[in-house]
Each structure stands twice: as structure tokens, then as C-alpha cells.
């Protein structure tokens, strides 16, 4: 598909700004960037013109193809300074990524308006966990056993598929409520991240959709993937350098609320 200068450079600009704020979200958070991605995809390429039914299949997948850049540089840095739990992850990860790929099937067969959805209760459940979750709260004191491990590890790779996320908004409280130490559990997260992300980009890239925005190869716009990886990889460091100057409790409420803001307009638009 071609497209004029007039739609691909106001495109390129609004898709800068949204990977230097997702970046700078995620070094200052410690969260992907997809679970505010997803949401700024679906209004841009809505805005240009690009809605349909499979519209989310595009956000989703592009934002997923993202975090296998992100993910894999965190993932890196976590190990230099020896917090990955290695042994979760050798135990989690086939389980992960027969998940992710089940939830690649089940968005092909799902409509934007569907995913929306999903996508506004499941970020509103993550937004209240944020705001009221606590650090003692505990489901076990040890990681789940091999039994309850494949239910586990496989519905967080398809619930982060259906969401275009990694593996932190939920590997992360998952290990924590099984007494996995919270800095800890980050750092294994983003290994989760990187199980999820590769196999679901490449089924996505297999898929086909209907009017995707220009330069969309499967379900995964490169144009997007590009952009906001350059400028999350230039953003990320500043975000990092202003959690360490900003107390992370009061950043966390105000990113609850935004999150729940967020599931709470797009739930606006598919029920109302």
C-alpha cells in the first residue's frame, strides 16, 4: 500500500511521541510499554482512518513485537545484576509459550470490538491491584507446583497475548503473591516478557487483516515498531533517572489512576 507525505508524516510524529512517553513510563514505572501502547495505537490509526474489526489485532501484535526489543534489554540488565531467577524461568517458559501461542489463535478469531473489551476489564483489574494490592498479600509462600504451573504459566501468556503486553503487569504480582521478593519478580518478568513476545510477533506476522495502516506486514505495522522502539530505547534512561529522584508509591497511585482512566474510556466506547 502507498500512502502521501500528508498521512505518513503527522504518523511518524504522533507515533514519536508515543514511544517517548511509553519509554519514559516504563523506566520510571517499571512497567511495558504495551499496556499504554495498545490503547495509543488503537486511537491513532481509529484517527487516520485504519478502523475495522481486526483494528486491535494490529495494535496488539505491533505492540507485542515491540516488547521483544524492550523485554530482551531488560531482561540483560536484570542479569548483570544477578536478580533473574533462572530456574522460574526454565520451569515457566514452554508452558508461557504454548499460552502465547494459543492467544495468537484467539485473537485472530476475536473483533476489535471484543478485544476492547477484554482489554478495558483486564486493565482496570491491573489498575486496582496497583492502587490496593499490598506486599504482604500472599496466595502461597512458594511458587506453584508443576500441577497448578500449567495452569498458571499458559493463561499468563494467552491473557498477555489478548492484551498486547509482557509478562510485568502480570508475571510480576503473580510471583509476588507466591513470596517471590518484588525486585526479583521484576527482573524474572521481563524474561516472561521475552517468552511471550517472540513466538506471538512471528504467528502475528503470519496472520492477514483487513485495512491496515500502510507498511503492515501480517498483523504488525513496521512503521510503529520501528518508531517507538528508537524512541523508547532514547526515553527509557530518563525515566530511570527520574524514579530514583520521585517517591515511586505516589507515581504508582497517579499511574493506577491513568491506567484506570484509560480501561474506563475504552470501556466507554464499546459499551456505551
Known amino acids: 500500500m502507498t500512502t502521501d507525505a500528508a498521512t505518513l508524516g503527522p504518523l511518524i510524529l504522533i507515533l514519536i511521541a508515543t514511544g517517548a512517553v511509553a519509554g519514559v513510563l516504563a ?12 490503547p495509543a495505537f488503537l486511537y491513532l490509526f481509529s484517527a487516520l482512518g485504519y478502523a475495522s474489526d481486526d483494528l486491535m489485532q494490529i495494535c496488539v501484535a505491533t505492540s507485542l513485537a515491540t516488547i521483544i526489543v524492550t523485554s ?32 495468537v489463535l484467539v485473537v485472530h478469531h476475536l473483533s476489535t470490538t471484543i478485544l ?11 489498575a486496582m491491584y496497583m492502587l490496593f494490592g499490598k506486599p504482604t498479600w500472599r496466595l502461597a509462600e512458594t511458587m506453584p ?14 491473557v498477555s497475548v489478548l492484551l498486547g503486553i509482557g509478562g510485568g ?15 526479583r519478580a521484576v527482573a524474572t518478568a521481563s524474561g516472561f516478557g521475552v517468552i511471550i513476545a517472540v513466538p506471538s510477533a512471528i504467528g502475528f506476522l ?13 498483523a504488525v505495522n513496521i512503521p510503529a515498531f520501528l518508531i517507538v522502539i528508537a524512541t ?3 526515553t527509557a534512561p530518563i525515566g530511570a533517572t527520574l524514579a530514583h529522584k520521585l517517591d515511586p508509591k505516589v507515581l504508582k497511585r497517579v499511574f493506577a489512576l491513568f491506567l484506570a482512566l484509560v480501561a474506563l474510556n475504552m470501556a466507554r466506547k464499546v459499551f456505551f
Do not use: E
Request: charged share 5%; glycine share 12%.
Open 72 to 103: 530482551c534489554r531488560s531482561l540483560l540488565a536484570h542479569n548483570k545484576r544477578g536478580a533473574v531467577d533462572w530456574s522460574i524461568l526454565r520451569s515457566w517458559a514452554v508452558f508461557i509459550a504454548i499460552g502465547a501461542l494459543a492467544g
Open 145 to 158: 507446583g508443576l500441577a497448578r504451573r500449567a495452569i498458571y504459566a499458559p493463561l499468563t501468556g494467552l
Open 232 to 234: 523508547t530505547m532514547l
Open 206 to 218: 503470519l496472520t492477514s487483516v483487513s485495512n491496515p495502516p500502510p507498511y503492515t506486514i501480517g
Open 116 to 126: 476492547q473489551a477484554f482489554f478495558a476489564v483486564m486493565v482496570f483489574v491491573i
Open 27 to 38: 523506566g520510571l514505572l517499571g512497567v511495558g510499554g504495551g499496556i499504554v501502547l495498545v
Open 169 to 183: 503487569s502480570i508475571g510480576t504480582p503473580l510471583m509476588t503473591l507466591h513470596g517471590v521478593p518484588i525486585h
